[in-house]
């Protein structure tokens, strides 16, 4: 009886073990000749060990490094191939003509700057985000070098065949631009983007105004694809002066304006950058070096600026006025900050806003390019006639190109493009300053810039203005001061304010003014509105 017990009792426990040796995975190798108890041993250390590596997976799945590993992988349009197949599908489509550059993609240690076992390949293109241009990344992984070294020369080579990337920039940098933040810029933002794209630089730091023109002179245009600005307005129109002034000298052709050969390119570091704004958009270092990268060019209009018969510059913009006056307020309180002596300079010229007395005389029809003599004297009729008004102007503004900026996201000439051919010519005839007011809140909107009774609108192709008053630029040096004014006035020759470009220059007679269509080639695309960031808040 007790053999029968024992034997039923061990044939129990050799079917447990049986049945428990069933579920365990292939991969173990437990014999079966073991014993039945060691058998239970092993299978419990197995699962025991199991649900450690299941619980240890499950930490470190949910830690904070896991996680935000799985969001970048999941964000990122990241492709895998093996032998040249690809596994995971692109939600997208990708056009070589957007990628920046192409580079070898591998594993190196901390501190390690060569060398290290291939990943792939790694794609720098851009992205859109509104009319912002912004850097991206795809990558391409594949662990066998040979196949990652085809991929790589095959789309380098495709890349250098693409016909207007630069490949040499001249860079002209202005350090006293707006906030002095202009050498900062393009450290940060622009070089490391060259550098990506295997962009040669020569870079020079200006020191004085006129610097960039006398280096311009002197400069082998052979060795650059492209010329680059950084800084504000003034220091573009500087620049594009220069340029045209090279061409005219290399063409032997000085009394005709003549296209530069080499294109702009503009980075934004100035207070206002509306000729930044007008070609990208927006004002970011960024969208402008990516634009400068990929060889987007555009061919704008310019204008040529007269006096006397003599050639004072070129440039893309003037105001006579409200806007030369403010600018002559502005430029005497240097010690401000930018924004605050835009302010009090606005606020200042609103209170003692008065109108300019002068003659405005344009032209609406096209020029043709055979008139020469039209071209070099202001005083013929040339192929069609003028229109001439007299009376009183709070403002007088020529604009070959729309002015965008961001407290004027659709412009302050809001009716022209830069490749029409022409200039919108707006003249504000007297009104009140309330009304006058209403006229200068109106460019923060989308529409609705110009209806007023008092605007007048033209597109012109030449434009002449005689100031007949005889208070000019002197009339505001003593505003502060009213004991500093003369009892007797002196018979010097009165000056009146202009501000081309955001330049404050100061002309004592007529001035002429002719467009010259696509004049200049710049970097960047034509838009029709810019990024607003609100309306100026000192009106």
Known sequence: MLARTVGYARSREQQHARSFLCHVHESSVVSMTTRPRKCLDQ???????????????????????????????????????????????LPGVLMVRDVLSVKVKRRRAAGQRSGGPVLGVTLFYCKRSGRRLEEDTLHLHNASSEHTHAWYNTLRDVLTGLSGRPRCMKVFINPS?????????????????FKMANVRTDITVTERRGHALSVMKELKLEDFDGVVCVGGDGSVAELCHALVLRAQLDTNSPSIPVRPSLPLGIIPAGSTDVVSCSVHGVRDPVTAAIHIILGHVQHVDMCSFWSLRQLLRFGFSAM?????????????????????????????????????DCQLSFRTSHKTDLDQDDE????????????????????????????????????????????????????????????????LKRYSSS??????????????????????????????????????????????????PWNIDGELVEIPNEVLIRVHPELISLYGEEVDEAESQGSCGCI
């Open 320 to 356: 006579f006025g409200f806007g030369g006056r403010s600018l002559a307020r502005a430029e005497k309180k240097r010690w401000m900050p930018s924004s605050r002596r835009r302010k009090y300079a606005l606020v200042k010229t609103l209170a003692r806003l008065r109108p300019e």
């Open 447 to 496: 529409t609705g810039q110009l209806d007023f009774s008092f605007v007048e609108t033209h597109a012109v192709t030449a434009v002449r203005i005689r100031p007949r008053g005889l208070t000019g630029c002197s009339e505001d040096e003593s505003e502060d001061d009213s004991k500093a004014t003369p009892i007797i006035q002196s018979d010097t020759v009165v000056s009146f």
């Open 43 to 89: 299978l419990n250390l197995r699962v025991q060990r199991r649900r450690k590596t299941i619980k240890r997976r499950r930490r470190r799945r949910n830690s904070a490094g896991e996680r935000r590993k799985r969001t970048n992988l999941r964000r990122s349009t990241s492709r895998k191939w093996i032998a040249g197949e690809v596994t995971t599908p």
């Open 177 to 193: 631009s707006h906030k002095k933040e202009a050498v900062h810029v393009y450290r940060e933002h622009v070089a490391p983007l």
């Open 376 to 439: 070099q004297d202001g005083d013929s009729e040339g192929v069609e006639s003028w229109t001439t008004n007299e009376g009183l102007y709070l403002s007088i503004s020529v604009m070959a190109i729309p002015c965008l900026s961001p407290h004027a996201p659709r412009g302050l000439a809001p009716n022209t493009k830069l490749t029409n051919g022409s200039a919108a010519l707006i003249a504000v005839g007297n009104t009140s300053r309330s009304e006058f007011v209403k006229h």
